[in-house]
């Protein structure tokens, strides 16, 4: 089985809201990610798992937090985001870095 | 660091006709290479992966990828395409082992969108 699993599918969050994408991967894998993609352009890193332990992606401003609470589980928390930060959020994993990644569907998130 | 480009942002062609989507990488170590697929609304599909060995890969649905050392490339083919291959696919390498440990997600390119024409 190689899937990873996504929710909430669709999210619409105002400037002022917290919310949390949740992913999940029951395929062993111990390297997990979050991109963020925009309408007709390629996914762009925003953090990186290996382990459990985080690596940072200096680009991603502090409004995204991430959190990998087990080897199966990674979460994005959302605040006060930003309108230009609507777009396809997918998460992928792979058996470690480097390997090939396995996407989830994503999470459409709009915020208002 | 490595790139992908994907020079064809966009790749018209006829229902059952050949096809090829061209991919070439800049890295200064060995490279890990894979294709995607991404339908409408949908996640990225894992169609290919080159990590060792043969250089010639396939995949189930009839796609396959040759990677060219010498020149850099991992071009994708199809000799027929259907109407269901209308999608975005994404050209994407990995340093992998030789990333130094570090954080390394892989690195895409632009991405070429396949349009089958009846």
């Known amino acids: 089985d190689t899937e990873v699993t996504q929710t909430p599918k669709h999210l619409v969050m105002g400037m002022t809201n917290k919310k949390s994408l949740k992913c999940e991967q029951h395929?062993?894998?111990?390297?997990m990610y979050w991109y963020k993609q925009k309408a007709k352009k390629p996914p762009e890193l925003m953090f990186v798992?290996?382990?459990?332990?985080?690596?940072i992606n200096e680009s991603v401003p502090s409004r995204f937090s991430p959190e990998c609470p087990n080897s199966s589980l990674l979460n994005l928390h959302l605040h006060a985001l930003q309108p230009e930060d609507s777009a396809l959020y997918l998460c992928?994993?792979?058996?470690?870095?480097?390997?090939?990644?396995?996407f989830g569907p994503g999470t459409r998130l709009t915020v208002t | 660091a490595q790139s992908v480009t994907q020079l064809d942002s966009q790749v018209p062609v006829f229902e059952e006709a050949p096809v090829e989507l061209r991919c070439n990488y800049s890295s200064s170590v060995s490279v890990y290479l894979f294709w995607y697929v991404q339908y409408p609304n949908q996640g990225l599909q894992l169609l290919l992966k080159y990590l060792s060995g043969s250089t010639l890969v396939k995949s189930i649905n009839g796609f396959e990828a040759e990677f060219n050392k010498s020149q850099t490339s991992f071009h994708l083919r199809k000799p027929s395409v259907h109407i269901s291959d209308t999608a975005e696919y994404f050209c994407?390498?990995?340093?992998?082992?030789?990333?130094?440990?570090?954080?390394?997600?892989?690195?895409f390119g632009k991405g070429t969108h396949l349009i089958i024409q009846p």
């Open positions: 992928a994993s792979s058996q470690v870095i480097g390997y090939e990644q396995y």
């Open positions: 994407a390498v990995s340093e992998g082992m030789y990333s130094g440990g570090g954080a390394d997600g892989l690195t």
């Open positions: 798992y290996s382990y459990e332990k985080l690596s």
């Open positions: 395929m062993g894998h111990r390297a």
